[in-house]
């Protein structure tokens, strides 16, 4: 029972590069989100996906952008890479679309050089 | 400035002590949260609480939603070496029904 699978789970970047973050959850959910960690400032919501093919934005969202691929995937893009993006990201997801009873991926440490 | 406000930042204490962390804010809550994290994985999902006065058991950890749904507290009895962890409260509001974090309360428990 995988639950929510996040790759990479280690990544580092050059400024201005671009990558993809893959999610996949296996407890047919209806809703996924993507968080990021900083210290001292808990987790924020980039975006998330109430439905699937239906994405909104979070606390969070510029310099990303995100794709809900089916009622399973849901994918993180950064299209240009900043220090500032330097986090450890967090997929994660639930049955209804109120945010509760989340679960949550293992998570990805990015670094932006 | 964050919506949940969580203190202590820090905890250590030793194993067979007990401890209370603290939620606290501002705006009312439908619903709150209690998460733990471990070094290297995401949140797990302790508690919910959705009741102003509730209080929840879980073995040897005690959640409590304040009167006004405003705050809650956790508290460890005697803890052990496994409770050593990030704990993070979560709450949704009316206004707006997704999860917001506090930026938790990292809990270090000795031998």
Known sequence: ?113 | TQLLEQSPQFLSIQEGENLTVYCNSSSVFSSLQWYRQEPGEGPVLLVTVVTGGEVKKLKRLTFQFGDARKDSSLHITAAQTGDTGLYLCAGTTDSWGKLQFGAGTQVVVTP
């Open chain 1, 1 to 113: 029972n995988a639950g929510v699978t996040q790759t990479p789970k280690f990544q580092v970047l050059k400024t201005g590069q671009s990558m993809t973050l893959q999610c996949a959850q296996d407890m047919n959910h209806n809703s996924m989100y993507w968080y990021r960690q900083d210290p001292g400032m808990g987790l924020r919501l980039i975006y998330y996906s109430a439905s699937e093919g239906t994405t909104d934005k979070g606390e969070v969202p510029n310099g990303y952008n995100v794709s809900r691929l089916n009622k399973r995937e849901f994918s993180l893009r950064l299209e240009s890479a900043a220090p500032s993006q330097t986090s450890v990201y967090f997929c994660a997801s639930s049955l209804d679309r109120g945010g509760e009873k989340l679960f949550f991926g293992s998570g990805t440490q990015l670094s932006v050089l």
